[in-house]
């Protein structure tokens, strides 16, 4: 037996690899119309693995503290051979990462993937969605930019206007009465410990689930599936996957290096208040709906405190969504979750376009669409 067989024998041994090993070479993926949609969590998780190694290289550098953190990333992108790329790597993958998330966690919504016995599967998937949702946010302050002082500023002050508790969460989320050094040394906190370590806890469990279950096959396509044979995972749908992340890669790798990501100027937090404030994109719609929220209060509570709880009560109905639909195959809460996606994802891309005064928004959601639909087309005919 050469080296390398005797070594891979060794090592199945002495870490009992042999029954996952046997699991996964008889792991078979249903081929039916949708099939393009299981793809979605893989390039999900090819922007992740993009962030850990690119934002451990970043740390290398990196300096937490509001007199130096401006500086350490100008020195990144100017002196550090390749640090333009690598910030720039990171910046677009925390993009693209967020914006994968989202169109896995739609198709796995509208597919309803989440009906018995992927309850926990979904759960850990929304959980992750909102942790990847907290790294956007903790991140975005890192630079210690006008643009990241006065977007969080703003953005920790919305948290005020919940009753009881909003200024113990404000106090809470900037580590002090204003957004400052203790702010940024806590959003450090979260964005390179507390968040990956719960990131590596949900997605273990998530990844595992999604062995232990095996694909699930839309109630849409059940017919379709069982009269066509399903694929090996190995080597067939794995090499599938890969050829995504090579694509994948290109695009990433294309975008950073031909649009590097600015920097801007250092945050000053005597300067007249940024007048172009802008939360990232994904909390855009949320933003927009606050400003159109008038001020005021009624028994003392804040008008903003009313989009706020819709808000939670959303993100607390996305979490329970394998609870509220039970139904099975063609049922009618199975319909009324469709139409509740339908026009959550409307009023988003909506909101979004208003807050950006711009179209830009309604044709990437577009585009999207359209792509996904020719994919979906193509790898059909090539399969069948
Ligand atoms: C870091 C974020 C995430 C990663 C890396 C990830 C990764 C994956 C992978 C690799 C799969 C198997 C392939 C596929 O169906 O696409 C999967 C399946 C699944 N994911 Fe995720 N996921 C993430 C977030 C989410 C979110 C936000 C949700 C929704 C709330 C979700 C819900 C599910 C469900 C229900 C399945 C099973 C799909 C089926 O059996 O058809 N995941 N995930």
Request: net charge positive; hydrophobic share 55%; no cysteine.
């Amino acid at each position: 037996m050469g080296t390398v067989a005797s070594t891979r024998d060794w090592l199945v041994h002495r870490l009992h690899l042999g029954p996952m090993l046997e699991k996964i070479s008889h792991k078979e993926v249903p081929v039916h119309r949708y099939g393009v949609f299981y793809y979605l969590g893989g390039m999900t998780l090819f922007f992740f693995l993009v962030q850990v190694g690119t934002g451990i290289l970043l740390m290398l550098y990196y300096r937490p503290s509001a007199s130096e953190a401006y500086e350490s990333v100008e020195f990144i992108v100017t002196a550090v051979p390749f640090g333009w790329l690598i910030r720039s790597l990171h910046s677009w993958s925390a993009n693209l990462l967020v914006y994968f998330a989202f169109l896995h966690l739609a198709s796995v919504y509208f597919l309803k993937a989440y009906r018995k016995p992927r309850e926990v599967t979904w759960v850990s998937g929304v959980l992750l969605f909102f942790v990847i949702l907290g790294f956007g946010f903790s991140g975005y302050l890192l630079p210690w930019n006008q643009l990241a002082f006065f977007a969080t500023k703003v953005g920790t002050d919305i948290a005020g206007a919940v009753p009881v508790v909003g200024e113990w969460m404000v106090r809470f989320l900037r580590g002090g009465e204003r957004v400052g050094g203790g702010t940024l040394s806590r959003f450090y906190g979260w964005h390179v410990a507390i968040l990956p370590a719960l990131t590596t806890v949900m997605l273990g469990l998530h990844l595992l689930l999604v062995q232990v279950h095996g694909m699930s096959v839309p109630p849409a396509a059940r017919e379709e599936a069982k009269a066509r044979r399903p694929m090996p995972f190995i080597p067939h749908f794995a090499l599938r996957d890969l050829f995504g992340w090579a694509l994948a890669l290109g695009v990433l790798a294309a975008l950073a290096a031909l649009f590097p990501w600015e920097l801007g100027e250092k945050a000053d937090a005597f300067a007249p208040a940024y007048k172009d404030i802008k939360p990232e994109w994904y909390f855009m719609f949320m933003f927009q709906t606050l400003k159109l929220v008038p001020g005021g209060e009624i028994f003392g509570i804040e008008y903003e405190a009313f989009p706020i709880l819709i808000f939670s009560l959303g993100g607390l109905a996305m979490l329970l969504v394998p609870f509220l639909d039970r139904g099975e195959a063609g049922s009618k809460s199975g319909a009324i979750a469709t139409w509740i996606g339908v026009a959550a994802v409307i009023y988003m891309v909506v909101l979004t376009a208003w807050g950006y005064h711009s179209w830009v928004p309604v044709w990437i959601v577009l585009g999207t669409v359209v792509l996904l639909a020719l994919l979906a087309l193509a790898t059909r005919r090539a399969e069948r």
